[in-house]
């Protein structure tokens, strides 16, 4: 599996972005998948997971109630709404694919097996 994320960018604090995550491979809606941030000088981060076909998900206290994520497994992609943007939102945005086929968020990123390419977000105050 293969996976992009896009759609980063510079927003003021307050703002809203919508992160995509592009996947390779015919099975993707049998994995679940997560984001992960690094702000710099600092270590990966879990923000968020989510379940084959939607089922569950598992959100970090830090964005909880101010990021969504969302799959559409018919076009292999994976979104994450940002809302109500912090300047301490301010990182490296990453999607990923667990090892394990058990549901046991919040992962750590040597749980991950496959990651994307990161995505810069930039919140200005």
């Known amino acids: 599996v293969q996976l992009q994320a896009s759609g980063g960018g510079l927003v003021q604090a307050g703002g809203s972005l919508r992160l995509s995550c592009a996947a390779s491979?015919?099975?993707?809606?049998?994995?679940?998948v997560g984001w992960f941030r690094q702000a710099p000088g600092k270590e990966r981060e879990f923000i968020v997971s989510?379940?084959?076909?939607?089922?569950?998900?598992y959100y970090a206290d830090s964005v909880k109630g101010r990021f969504t994520i969302s799959r559409d497994d018919a076009q292999r992609t994976v979104y994450l709404q940002m809302n109500s943007l912090k300047p301490e939102d301010t990182a490296v945005y990453y999607c990923?694919?667990?090892?394990?086929?058990?549901?046991?968020?919040?992962?750590?990123?040597?749980?991950?097996?496959?990651w994307g390419k990161g995505t810069q977000v930039t919140v200005s105050s």
């Open positions: 990923a694919i667990p090892r394990s086929s058990i549901w046991s968020p919040p992962w750590s990123p040597s749980d991950m097996d496959y």
């Open positions: 989510m379940s084959w076909r939607g089922g569950s998900t």
């Open positions: 491979g015919r099975t993707f809606s049998r994995y679940f």
